[in-house]
């Protein structure tokens, strides 16, 4: 039986699967900037381009050799004590963790300054942008961000109805935030932004960006991603959570999957004004995704600020090695505040990845207004001679 669905009406009845997956990959980019797709391979359990899958038709990847370089994973983690906490807390998995969430919930409202009913949880920062994304566009509406920026948000507004309302970065691949706020209308729903940014790896001033939020906030609810704040070294950069203590329309993601090393754990908040989680709450409960053990990791996590401060450390030194090896090569970068580089290739988005994948290494290939792009994600300093070797042998 053939039978169309609309599918924002199923949402409203709580039918819906939240996921970005189940609507849309969010590793398909729009605008001027468009990602090479990816698939995962269920055997192996991995992302990989298409090309590469092809390249290892007729043999595995050895994945014990493998040079993970594509997803912008913390190369140190999980830290001794959040595996510690995971195997401690094991036996308890067959209770539900409401205390331990709720542990959780004020160990992180107490870090941010504000009380428990501003938090939600979410299994990583990414499930909470892509349930804000269902619920604010389930009757359409349109959603302001740059182009390029994480379109994990962007692209599940879209699969709902809503339009997207890309705005170029500036010369130096920050925010525009001017044009941002002129293209705000009536039917604007939320602005987004990601910072620092990510493909790019580039940072907004954060006294530029809490003017911003402050005043247009007035008028729109900002929503801004701050995966990779704690990895902004040298930056002038604030996170926008002291903007709630002031009555503001914001809303703040963060994640345990970058400087905290638990990508695959799984376990990321936003905070937000009491009365816009509440509007989430009528369509979805936010932490309900997170395991016993992740809990458990996560609140370990926070207390470790020595690994925190060795991650922030030794992803410095292994960029900067980068950035000294790809300038002797003549590649042209983008600063990167975050554990990730992007810069301009001399073949195909297609030909690096496949040459990549025969010297075991991964890292992401994108096209920038129909040109190609290289991100490689800042691993351990052998993996980024590793890199930077192959990368000398292929160019």
């Known amino acids: 039986m053939n039978q169309k669905i609309d599918r924002r009406n199923l949402l409203k009845s709580g039918l819906m699967a939240i996921g970005g997956m189940t609507l849309a990959p969010h590793l398909s980019f729009g605008g001027a900037f468009s990602d090479m797709p990816l698939s995962l391979d269920p055997e192996n359990r991995i992302y990989r381009s298409p090309m590469v899958r092809e390249h290892f038709l007729d043999k595995k990847p050895d994945l014990s050799k493998m040079v993970r370089l594509g997803a912008n994973e913390n190369p140190y983690g999980p830290p001794k004590t959040a595996q510690k906490a995971v195997c401690d807390s ?22 941010e300054g504000v009380s428990t009913d501003y938090i939600m949880m979410g299994p990583g920062s990414s499930d909470l942008l892509e349930k804000v994304a269902l619920v604010l566009f389930m009757n359409g509406g349109n959603i302001v961000s740059a182009d390029p920026c994480y379109m994990s948000l962007i692209q599940v507004a879209k699969s709902v109805g809503a339009t997207w309302k890309a705005v170029p970065v500036t010369a130096d691949h920050s925010h525009d935030l001017k044009a941002m706020e002129a293209a705000v209308d009536k039917d604007t729903k939320l602005v987004y932004i990601c910072n620092p940014n990510n493909p790019t790896g580039a940072i907004t001033s954060g006294k530029d960006l809490l003017d911003f939020c402050s005043r247009v ?23 926008m959570v002291s903007l709630l203590t002031k009555n503001k329309n914001v809303i703040i993601a963060r994640t345990f999957s970058k400087i905290m090393g638990m990508a695959g754990i799984r376990v990321g908040y936003m905070a937000a004004q009491p009365a816009f989680i509440k509007q989430i709450e009528k369509i979805t409960r936010g932490g309900m995704g997170i395991s016993y053990t992740s809990i458990a990791a996560a609140s370990a996590a926070m207390d470790d600020n020595e690994f925190q401060g060795m991650t922030r450390k030794l992803n410095h030194e292994a960029k900067t090695y980068l950035y000294a090896n790809l300038d002797k090569m003549g590649y042209k970068y983008i600063p990167s505040y975050t554990n990730f580089v992007i810069f301009p290739v001399n073949m195909s988005g297609k030909d690096l990845l496949a040459k990549m994948a025969a010297k075991n290494i991964s890292v992401r290939a994108f096209d920038i207004q129909n040109k190609p792009w290289c ?9 980024m001679k590793t890199f930077v070797s192959a990368l000398g042998t292929i160019s």
């Open 90 to 111: 094991v036996a308890g998995g067959n209770r539900y963790a409401w205390k331990e969430m709720s542990d959780l919930v004020e160990k992180i409202a107490k870090k």
């Open 217 to 239: 906030s007035e008028k729109v609810p900002i929503f801004v991603d701050e995966a990779y704040i704690e990895l902004a070294v040298g930056a002038d950069t604030q996170s």
């Open 375 to 383: 991100r490689v994600s800042i691993g351990t300093m052998d993996e």
